[in-house]
Nanobody
Framework: QVQLVESGGGLVQAGGSLRLSCAAS????????TGWFRQVPGKEREFVGY????????YYADSVKGRFTISRDNAKNTVYLQVNSLKPEDTAVYYC???????????????WGQGTQVTVSS
């Protein structure tokens, strides 16, 4: 069973950037696909993007396409979410998740981190 820990969130001004990390332990991380999701209070968890096992395939929600980039370093058991050109509407708790197949649906992912808060001020 894999454990995931996100880090790198914080408070940033609109237009700024952050790099979120998702560190895995306790399992063979390279055998899992990884997704990023975000959630604000009172709303459903929203798909951000995913990356396949090798890192060769990524896919993003339209709302973040061109601004966010997912990458992974299997040697370090870590997946990254580079977030650029941040907007106030990007404010949310960001979660990484691991699963057996790529999907935009959060229920397809079996393992989740605790989340990291990203707050974008206008």
């Amino acid at each position: 069973q894999v454990q995931l820990v996100e880090s790198g969130g914080g408070l940033v001004q609109a237009g700024g950037s952050l790099r979120l990390s998702c560190a895995a332990s306790g399992g063979t991380f390279r055998t899992y696909v990884t997704g990023w999701f975000r959630q604000v209070p009172g709303k459903e968890r929203e798909f951000v993007g995913y990356i396949n096992r090798s890192g060769g395939i990524t896919y993003y929600a339209d709302s973040v396409k061109g601004r966010f980039t997912i990458s992974r370093d299997n040697a370090k058991n870590t997946v990254y979410l580079q977030v650029n050109s941040l907007k106030p509407e990007d404010t949310a708790v960001y979660y990484c998740a691991a699963g057996d197949r790529i999907s935009v649906y959060h229920k397809e992912y079996a393992y989740w981190g605790q989340g990291t808060q990203v707050t974008v001020s206008s």
